[in-house]
């Protein structure tokens, strides 16, 4: 394999976790009093941090969101996952072969360490990644598109950014990546190829990945 360290985003390229998410998003949003669709939430939201929210409505509305937004945003799309939540198809195949073959792999997610935790018992990915190998925007400064969180998982796990590939399917991530120095890989599951246009190369099926990586 041409990299030394494989680094996934989470929401949406190792759990499915998009559509859980930004439904419960948009609908909260709505019920405060901030109207937005489902498509609003994808294309505002996705691949961000929570403070993303909040820094957009109040840039737009002029007002804040209540003190315990997250809280209750987090208990309910937890709730979920809880019930609904799977792996991306082909995700656990792609975390087979690297294994097998010794590639170092972790994931670096916009999502809290809790919400990480949620999801990947939930979706049965738990056994797949210890602490060591999960790394959250909690524990940077700033969160994507900055570089700091995939450059921090980089030092963490002893690898230079050059010898990197990061898979992402957010514009954001894609340009953390690109940020950071990074190769990185387009998933077009659920987001349209030309969102995605600074990556390095572009992918629909998870199954297609080590190839693209060998």
């Keep these: 394999m041409r990299y030394d360290l494989v680094i996934f985003d ?17 609908a909260y949003l709505t019920e405060l009093g901030h109207p937005t669709s489902y498509e609003d939430s994808l294309r505002d939201y996705m691949g961000g941090a929570v403070h993303r929210v909040h820094d957009l409505v109040l840039e737009r509305s002029g007002q804040r969101l209540p003190a315990d937004f997250d809280e209750v945003f987090h208990g309910r799309v937890f709730a979920a996952f809880e019930r609904e939540l799977k792996p991306v198809e082909g995700a656990v195949e792609v975390l087979e072969k690297l294994a097998g073959d010794g ?35 909690q524990d940077v400064g700033r969160g994507k598109p900055a570089p700091d969180l995939f450059l921090h998982a980089a030092e963490r796990m002893g690898v230079a950014p050059e010898k990197c590939v990061v898979v992402e399917d957010s514009p954001l991530g894609v340009r953390a990546a690109v940020a950071a120095g990074m190769d990185v890989y387009g998933f077009t599951a659920m987001t349209p190829a030309e969102r995605l246009s600074g990556a390095t190369g572009l992918f629909e099926d998870m199954r297609e990945l080590p190839r693209l990586l060998a």
């Design 10 to 26: 989470n929401d949406g390229v190792l759990v499915d976790s998009e559509p859980i998410s930004n439904t419960i998003l948009a």
């Design 103 to 137: 590639v170092a792999y972790c994931l670096a997610s916009s999502g809290s360490h809790e919400r990480i935790r949620v999801g990947h018992r939930a979706a049965g990915l738990d056994t797949w990644f210890d602490e060591k190998r999960i790394f959250s925007s």
